[in-house]
């Protein structure tokens, strides 16, 4: 990987872990999330009036949806479930899923090294899973999985639109529509939306300035290893919350953190 890569998806790493420890902190979750994109998307226009991302309009509306899903996941996940089971099972999905599909879709063949990297992102995961769900966490594991699902999809999709137009504009365009959806199953409710204003913009601000590293990185290295080094934020997330999980836990998440290096290498 290119160092300049790498020292954009390791920054984007840290700053995923801080917004999704402020989320988890949040009580209603769904419209800081609608608030998020919507502050994300009107702060990200002017990116996308100079660039606008018009010919990956199919693309566009397809990361936004599934982008949806995945908010709506998170907040389930971490409405039932503490931050170090919920974090390391979303996030470490993910690149077990973009290293496969990353082979199917663009043609990024995996080595050897990335091979060994998905059995130990497996097997980490299994161990955090199991965690929770001794610990009475069954449902958040579920929604995690489920996060982790979309996470690999709208990583695949963005992917492929970044190599055809400018990564800010069109994250601008996916976030607002994002926040709008997410807004209209919140019920429209402006005192919800109101009381998740302060969240909502701090989230925006980790959200648009994390991913857009990623998105940058994608420029500049394969969707696959991007993805899976990202998992050093299953580390950074688990200090940052401040508890001490099982030993379970953090063997698992070790064990996310080394298959994405082994991955990525």
């Given at each position: 990987?290119?160092?300049?890569?790498?020292?954009?998806v390791?920054?984007?790493?840290?700053?995923?872990?801080?917004?999704?420890?402020?989320?988890?902190?949040?009580?209603?979750?769904?419209?800081?999330?609608?608030?998020?994109?919507?502050?994300?998307?009107v702060?990200?226009?002017?990116?996308?009036?100079?660039?606008?991302?018009?010919?990956?309009?199919?693309?566009?509306?397809?990361?936004?949806?599934?982008?949806?899903?995945?908010?709506?996941?998170?907040?389930a996940?971490y409405?039932?479930?503490?931050?170090?089971?919920?974090?390391?099972?979303?996030?470490?999905?993910?690149?077990?899923?973009?290293?496969?599909?990353?082979w199917?879709?663009?043609?990024?063949r995996?080595?050897?090294?990335?091979?060994?990297?998905?059995?130990?992102?497996?097997?980490?995961?299994?161990?955090v899973?199991?965690?929770?769900?001794?610990?009475?966490?069954?449902?958040?594991v579920?929604?995690?999985?489920l996060?982790?699902?979309?996470?690999?999809?709208?990583?695949?999709?963005?992917a492929?639109?970044?190599?055809?137009?400018?990564?800010?504009?069109?994250?601008?365009v996916?976030?607002?529509?994002?926040?709008?959806?997410?807004?209209?199953?919140?019920?429209g409710?402006?005192?919800?939306?109101?009381?998740?204003?302060?969240?909502?913009v701090?989230?925006?601000?980790?959200?648009?300035g994390?991913y857009?590293?990623?998105?940058?990185?994608?420029?500049?290295?394969?969707?696959?290893?991007?993805?899976?080094?990202?998992?050093?934020?299953?580390?950074?997330?688990?200090?940052?919350?401040?508890?001490?999980?099982?030993?379970?836990?953090?063997?698992g998440?070790?064990?996310?953190?080394?298959g994405?290096?082994?991955?990525?290498?």
């Amino acid at each position: 990987m290119p160092p300049v890569a790498l020292v954009l998806v390791l920054a984007a790493a840290g700053i995923h872990a801080g917004w999704n420890l402020l989320l988890h902190g949040t009580e209603d979750r769904v419209p800081t999330l609608a608030v998020a994109g919507l502050t994300a998307g009107v702060g990200l226009l002017p990116a996308t009036l100079l660039a606008p991302p018009w010919r990956v309009l199919p693309l566009i509306a397809l990361s936004a949806a599934v982008e949806t899903v995945y908010a709506l996941c998170l907040a389930a996940a971490y409405r039932r479930g503490a931050l170090a089971v919920a974090y390391p099972i979303g996030r470490g999905t993910a690149p077990l899923l973009v290293t496969l599909g990353a082979w199917a879709v663009l043609a990024e063949r995996p080595a050897l090294l990335a091979l060994l990297g998905a059995l130990s992102l497996a097997l980490g995961l299994v161990l955090v899973a199991t965690a929770g769900r001794k610990s009475g966490q069954s449902a958040a594991v579920g929604f995690a999985l489920l996060t982790g699902v979309a996470i690999a999809s709208y990583s695949l999709v963005d992917a492929r639109a970044v190599r055809q137009v400018n990564p800010a504009g069109y994250l601008g365009v996916v976030l607002l529509l994002q926040g709008t959806l997410l807004a209209a199953l919140s019920g429209g409710n402006r005192a919800r939306l109101r009381r998740s204003l302060s969240p909502g913009v701090r989230v925006a601000a980790g959200m648009v300035g994390g991913y857009l590293l990623v998105l940058f990185a994608f420029q500049r290295a394969a969707a696959g290893r991007v993805e899976t080094l990202r998992e050093v934020s299953v580390l950074i997330g688990i200090v940052l919350a401040g508890n001490v999980p099982a030993r379970r836990v953090w063997l698992g998440a070790a064990l996310v953190v080394a298959g994405a290096v082994l991955t990525a290498w």
